[in-house]
């Protein structure tokens, strides 16, 4: 069959004369890449993949589309953990991918500001504004393919959101190419502008779904001079949650990362992952990776750290810690955090939930949540870390040795419901930084409020009345 029949006669051409010949994916076999997700647990088929490599492109694309009403599925890294950057199986969406659209377009040192182009990855921009002599600090352990455009689209999170917040607070101005192809550019530098609604903050978070952003003005921070590492043992999430506030108290906002990893991650990452090593002599039945960023010498630093945490090794909280004293010891303890999903994905398949609670109410998290999936489903293994330090814990359900995956998937919706129940009842959020996608689109209908979900229906038939945008994804 032709790769192009699903598309509406003449369209092909068109998309063509606005991207030329390296703006379009049509041979099947190349399209495969865009068409499957980071987990491969999606597999869609689009009728073309079309990269755009400028504002204007990307806006003559969205109008030659929306002329035809063919569905867009607005495409970054494709790093999405919920299935949000993968078309359905139709064979008639076209993947809109922005990864051409590369160029920072600006650093304004003195305003603290940089304005990039949505495929810029965000590694790069790190580099960017350390360039600067200024820090980026948004940091995932997709930071070497995701891109900024998808890192604005799903309001991504990581491991700096208690110090710095979560993409949202990162971006001052947008440039966006809405449905209908045109372009609205708010791409200001300011942080006061009180002149109505806030536009930009309706397309952060949306997942594609109200338009394509195309650029964005980035907010810059002083840089630290020094960061300070460990990896502290512990017993388990309430030590970590006690912690916490005992470092903070000590150390204020230079405690800028406070990550959460109970064994069972260690082993896997020392099982699946090249060249890592046990933080510590003995295992520990839990860890959390805390750092402290410094504007003092690297002495200074990790002298702060280290009497904080031996003081809480003299209380009895924490009962083990590891300090890097180099930067290959600090990558390496790293390494043993943002390998987890790369080792989960090598260990077989797991039912994941991305969920937050109040910092407080994590240790009730894990104590309500395994109780409730024990009696239950007792062979399952909880594989659950994560930004203990913002509450949101990567809840996830491996598959036990055992049992066939066909069957711990059909198991799947009820241990949603189980965790998910633990996390509503305790006031938090059943997805708290990888968004809805195709994952959570159905789930969300149980635990958001109607009246929320009518009003983004509202929103969305507002802004993209023919619903060409994303469709399938989030509502
Ligand atoms: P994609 O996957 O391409 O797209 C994501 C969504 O955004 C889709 O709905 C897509 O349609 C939409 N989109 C993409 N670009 C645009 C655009 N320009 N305009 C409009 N819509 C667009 N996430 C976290 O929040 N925190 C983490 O710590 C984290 N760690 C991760 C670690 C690993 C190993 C992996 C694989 C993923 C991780 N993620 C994490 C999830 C993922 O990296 C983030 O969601 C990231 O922000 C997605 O960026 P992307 O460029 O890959 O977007
Ligand atoms: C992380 O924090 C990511 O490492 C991925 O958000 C979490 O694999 C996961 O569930
Ligand atoms: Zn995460």
């Keep these: ?103 920072v377009r600006a650093v304004d040192a003195a305003n603290n500001t940089m304005t990039v182009e949505a495929g810029c990855v965000l590694a790069e921009l790190q580099r960017v504004a350390a360039g600067a002599d200024r820090l980026f600090p948004l940091s995932l352990g997709a930071e070497g393919s995701c891109e900024i455009g998808g890192n604005l689209s799903t309001n991504a999170g990581g491991t700096g959101v208690l110090r710095y917040g979560n993409t949202r607070e990162l971006v001052l101005g947008l440039e966006v190419v809405l449905p209908d192809g045109r372009v609205w550019n708010g791409l200001r530098g300011l942080r006061k502008d009180n002149t109505g609604y806030d536009l930009k903050h309706l397309f952060v978070g949306a997942e594609g779904t109200l338009g394509i952003i195309t650029a964005a003005v980035l907010k810059l921070f002083p840089r630290p001079r020094a960061m300070a590492t460990a990896m502290a043992a512990i017993d388990g999430p309430e030590q970590a949650v006690t912690l916490l506030g005992k470092l903070r108290e000590a150390c204020g906002d230079r405690i800028t990362a406070f990550e959460y990893l109970p064994r069972i991650c260690v082993d896997l990452v020392l099982k699946h992952i090249p060249n890592t090593r046990d933080p510590l002599s003995e295992p520990y039945p839990a860890y959390v990776l805390v750092e402290l960023s410094d504007n003092a010498d690297a002495a200074t630093a990790n002298a702060t750290l280290e009497e904080a945490l031996g003081s809480a090794v003299e209380e009895g909280l924490v009962r083990d810690a590891a300090l890097a004293s180099s930067d290959a010891q600090r990558l390496a303890l790293w390494g043993l955090r943002e390998n987890i999903s790369e080792a989960q994905k090598q260990d077989g398949v797991s039912i994941k939930h991305d969920v937050a609670v109040p910092v407080s109410r994590v240790p009730e998290l894990y104590a309500l949540a395994g109780k409730a999936l024990a009696e239950k489903y007792p062979d399952i293994r909880i594989v659950a870390f994560g930004h203990v330090g913002d509450g949101n814990i990567h809840y996830n359900c491996s598959k036990s040795e055992r049992q066939a995956a066909e069957e711990f998937f059909r198991q799947a919706a009820d241990v949603n419901h189980i965790v998910y129940d633990v996390v509503q009842s305790l006031g938090g959020s059943i997805s708290a930084e990888h968004g809805l996608g195709q994952l959570k689109r159905d789930e969300i209908k149980r635990y958001k409020d109607p009246l929320e979900l009518e009003l983004m229906r509202n929103i969305k038939k507002t802004l993209d009345p023919h619903g060409i945008m994303n469709p399938g994804k989030v509502l």
């Design 1 to 103: 069959m032709n790769d192009l029949a699903h598309l509406p006669s003449g369209l092909a051409d068109r998309l063509r004369a606005i991207v030329g010949d390296a703006g379009l994916v049509t041979d099947a076999h190349a399209r495969e890449p865009f068409e499957t997700d980071w987990r491969g647990q999606y597999h869609g088929k689009a009728a073309l993949v079309v990269k755009p490599a400028s504002t204007a492109e990307v806006a003559a694309v969205v109008k030659a589309l929306s002329d035809a009403r063919v569905a867009i599925v607005p495409q970054g890294g494709n790093t999405s953990m919920c299935g949000g950057a993968t078309p359905d199986e139709s064979g008639t969406q076209v993947i809109v991918n922005l990864s051409r659209m590369n160029k």
